[in-house]
Antibody, heavy 115, light 107 residues
């Protein structure tokens, strides 16, 4: 069974940093592209970033470009999102996800940016 | 970037009603469309993938149709557990795009 478990969320001050992790199991992690998606409180779903299976292709939403860095460790079946220069508008639940012919999602981790 | 326009934004319906939600893509996306149900505090739950394929374990009252730019999600007979927010999503791209959501409320 495919499982994606996010961790690393929490409360951080504006301008601070946070690193999210997503641990994958139940499939060959190194064969799949991975995504981060976020959802601000009471708002819709927003694509944040994409990384290909071998990390050769990486893309970001304009709203996080230059501040967030996606990476992965295929040996440890893990996906990461390094978030720097955080702003109040980055407050959201962050989900990692895998795309096949369907889409698998984790349960999300809450990031709150507030002083 | 492909834009997904979902309508209506809110829908009031009664138990037993037939409900239809529409999603329109700004350019053709073949059948690379998914539908989700989301309840407060929960992750999105996949209902339909590739426009019309029912995810395992999802009740058969949910169905999806369409291809190209026009897609619909239909709930044939609304049940109490179906009151939630529904999203469409274009995938099979490095850049996923989502509709803004349809909240299905009790009439």
């Amino acid at each position: 069974e495919v499982e994606l478990v996010e961790s690393g969320g929490g409360l951080v001050q504006p301008g601070g940093s946070l690193r999210l992790s997503c641990e994958a199991s139940g499939f060959t992690f190194s064969s799949y592209s991975m995504y981060w998606v976020r959802q601000a409180p009471g708002k819709g779903l927003e694509w944040v970033s994409y990384i290909s299976s071998g990390s050769s292709s990486i893309y970001y939403a304009d709203s996080v470009k230059g501040r967030f860095t996606i990476s992965r460790d295929n040996a440890k079946n893990s996906l990461f999102l390094q978030m720097n220069s955080l702003r109040a508008e980055d407050t959201a639940v962050y989900y990692c996800a895998r795309e096949t012919t369907t889409v698998d999602w984790g349960q999300g981790t809450l990031v709150t940016v507030s002083s | 970037d492909i834009q997904m326009t979902q309508s209506p934004s809110t829908l009031s319906a009664s138990v037993g009603d037939r409900v239809t939600i529409t999603c329109r893509a700004s350019q053709t996306i073949s059948s690379w469309l998914a539908w989700y149900q989301q309840k407060p505090g929960k992750a999105p739950k996949l209902l339909i993938y590739k426009a019309s394929s029912l995810e395992s374990g999802v009740p058969s009252r949910f169905s999806g149709s369409g291809s190209g730019t026009e897609f619909t999600l239909t709930i044939s007979s609304l049940q109490p557990d179906d009151f939630a927010t529904y999203y469409c999503q274009h995938y099979n791209s490095y850049l996923w795009t989502f509709g803004h959501g349809t909240k299905v409320e009790i009439k």
